[in-house]
């Protein structure tokens, strides 16, 4: 009896432990469904053709789009891998590969301390590098900000992933003869290209929303701009400017950019699971 | 002369002076015959590794010490010991594996073919395509091919030629009794294989730069008895043309496989015979002991 009142007992508790974790799951969950659902109400309704392709209309005229907004993101996207994917893989092969204990602890540990650096900092930065000495808004200064915060966070995924490596395939390189850095680039590399990929694209995702490094670099654009030394358009800062200002048609129109950002960020993320469920087998 | 340690030819097209090429002819080119002829045990056969007074450390901590040995040429020499005696940090000195832990070095020295395997100048990545080796665990490339793998070394390395390629390509499956297991998929992943045949296909993978040595870090611990007695048998036939060394938990594989024994303990080399002397009727009463099963 005794026995069966106990097992009972924790039955119960069993049971409502795990009512208790699925509800602290659903909690988390809930805002982003709540955030998503929002947004596709607000931003669908201003979202067309027009809103891809066209240059944002002047005050008071309704219609006009964010085309240069997302090419502008896209575009410095790629601007910040230049610098953020290189010299992230690279340290993090250093990193993984050669360096030595006490100078690896305190690489790594400023890399954690620069991952916790405000965006805006960053901002600061590379208005104070690229921005004051050319005396202009670029392009190249909005990538250098995003790049200078993607080069930590890819840093410390590609370290983590080659360390996962197992060192069994060193070991087989090497005593074929090869020279390091030949068997760290032909075959620890291509071992963990997918991780490296995945790393890259997260970091890519978590730029493309920024805002507050943009502000004093990129600086925002209403056109089209020719050449990457000019100030550019970008989501974020077209978003931001949108909703502070008092249209309601331009309301409307940073909802829909925010519905694409996020759904740009929600492709990488997806392209991501798409690459690492494919590892697997 | 055998080829130079700073040479920075790799085995090129042509057949290398003193090497067990595609023909499988012997080592003994002529003119491979550097110093050491007398060792008492193997009066016929010039000495491959000639060490003197070895010590190898991890830190402060000496994993071997002072040993002395010589090894002959085309035989098989196993190396046995219980866990922790510093058989395999030995085997890693010969290849110059053992320098990549952090902290590791050595006092002594070791001569392969008569030249200094540690002498300034000396580069490691040389030294490592004469001196191959097969790991304990098998450790096929992941993303390569059957056929990427066997010429990994030779095409990392430079080695162009197609014909060159596809001719080692065979042979080297074919020494590693492979070939016929594989020929019809040698595009599959070298992953998809079985254990066994990725142990052997990893002895391939060795004998693709053509090595002068095989040494081979308890090449069969994870393998089943049949892949067990087929990379045994591998082994009997390569040392026709290759000195190998055979680092073995298991002594009636060091008993079935190899011409001479070696019998560590503590770091140290407690006696080193033919291997029916080792266990048939060894000098030292630790080997007695450690032969006869009673510890280890």
New interface residues.
Partial sequence: MEINANHRRRKFTDKAMNALSVGCALLVISPLAVILFYLLKQGLAALNWDFFTKLPGPVGQPGGGMGNAIVGTLELMLLASVLGVPVGVLGGVYLAEYGR?RLNDWIRFWADVLNGVPSIVWGMVAYAVAVVPFKTFSAYSGGLALGFIMVPLVLRTTEEVLVLV?R??R?????????RW?MIV??IL??A?KGLVTGVLLAMGRVAGETAPLLFTAFGNRFWSHHLTEPIAALPLQIFAYAISPYDDWHRQAWAGALVLITLVFLLSAGVRFISSRQKS | MPMSLEEKSFNPPGQPPGNPAATSAPIAAPGVRPAGTGHPAAPNREVVFDIKDLSIFYGANPAVRNVTLQIPARSVTAIIGPSGCGKSTFLRTLNRMHELAPGAHHTGTIRLLGEDLYARGVDPTLVRRRVGMVFQKSNPFPTMTIAENVLCGLRLNGVRDKRLLRERLEQSLRMAALWDEVKDHLFRPGTSLSGGQQQRLCIARALAVRPEIILMDEPCSALDPIATAKVEELIHELKKDYTIVIVTHNMQQAARVSDRTAFFYMGNLVEYAETRTIFMNPANPQTEAYVSGRFG
């Fill in positions: 204990d197992p069994s395939y070991e087989a390189g090497l005593a074929l003869g090869l020279p030949k032909r075959i291509p071992t290209m």
